[in-house]
């Protein structure tokens, strides 16, 4: 394709050169982004029974066996002292009774004697206002060395065998809410039982059979 005459430039006319065109720099305005997002609020993770509530439960089934316990033994009592086989009495027990020394100058709650599996078992019940260990030397010197003993939180007790069914069973204790903080001691004098002998019934008679004699009358001649 070719340019037509009146699509040339004039001759003698120099090409007209034009500036570049200045464009002002354009404003943006800052990109506005919105807010993250918060976290998902997720349920807390379920927790298991923690340790106090499984304690609690411990302490409540111990509770209920030793109420369990407690009833047994208050029957057992019941049972026996409607039989007759438990009395409680005030009067003093001597140490043959006890079968050991008793404390100088304790003085005596009671004692309870009864009858059970065979054995007679006589408790006697003490206070004293010497310490603990005062009493506690005492008894060791006069159980002697073949005593065994043991402590718990019922306090010092000592056990003696003294062999066919005999037992002495001592137990001190000291606590300031019971007796006025005095020393508690407890004798606990353990024998066999004595066995009533049972009477021997008489024979039967036995008839007299055909052809035996007949024993004649006290008095009659024999024949």
């Known amino acids: 394709m070719t340019d037509t005459p009146g699509n040339q430039p004039p001759q003698g006319y120099p090409?007209?050169?034009?500036?570049?065109?200045?464009?002002?720099?354009?404003?943006?305005?800052?990109?506005?982004?919105?807010?993250?997002?918060?976290?998902?609020?997720?349920?807390?993770?379920?927790?298991?029974?923690?340790a106090l509530k499984i304690v609690l439960i411990i302490v409540g089934i111990m509770v209920g066996l030793g109420i369990i316990a407690v009833g047994v033994v208050t029957y057992g009592v019941y049972r026996l002292a409607k039989s007759g086989n438990i009395t409680t009495s005030t009067q003093p027990v001597t140490a043959s009774d006890l079968g050991v020394a008793l404390y100088p100058g304790a003085t005596q709650n009671g004692n309870v004697r009864a009858t059970v599996l065979g054995k007679n078992v006589l408790t006697a019940t003490f206070v004293t206002s010497d310490s603990k260990d005062q009493v506690v030397?005492?008894?060791?010197?006069?159980?002697?060395?073949?005593?065994?003993?043991?402590?718990?939180?019922?306090?010092?007790?000592?056990?003696?065998?003294?062999?066919?069914?005999?037992?002495?069973?001592?137990?001190?204790?000291?606590?300031?809410?019971?007796?006025?903080?005095?020393?508690?001691?407890?004798?606990?004098?353990?024998?066999?039982?004595?066995?009533?002998?049972?009477?021997?019934?008489?024979?039967?008679?036995?008839?007299?059979?055909?052809?035996?004699?007949?024993?004649?009358?006290?008095?009659?001649?024999?024949?």
């Open 137 to 223: 030397a005492f008894y060791q010197n006069a159980l002697g060395p073949n005593a065994q003993a043991s402590s718990g939180t019922n306090g010092e007790s000592f056990v003696l065998d003294k062999g066919a069914g005999e037992s002495v069973i001592v137990t001190v204790s000291q606590s300031a809410l019971r007796d006025q903080g005095k020393t508690q001691i407890v004798v606990v004098h353990t024998t066999k039982a004595d066995s009533s002998a049972t009477p021997a019934s008489p024979a039967p008679s036995m008839p007299a059979t055909q052809g035996s004699p007949t024993p004649a009358p006290q008095g009659a001649p024999a024949n």
């Open 15 to 50: 090409p007209q050169a034009y500036p570049p065109q200045q464009y002002p720099p354009q404003q943006y305005p800052p990109q506005q982004y919105p807010p993250p997002y918060p976290p998902a609020g997720y349920p807390p993770p379920k927790k298991g029974p923690s």
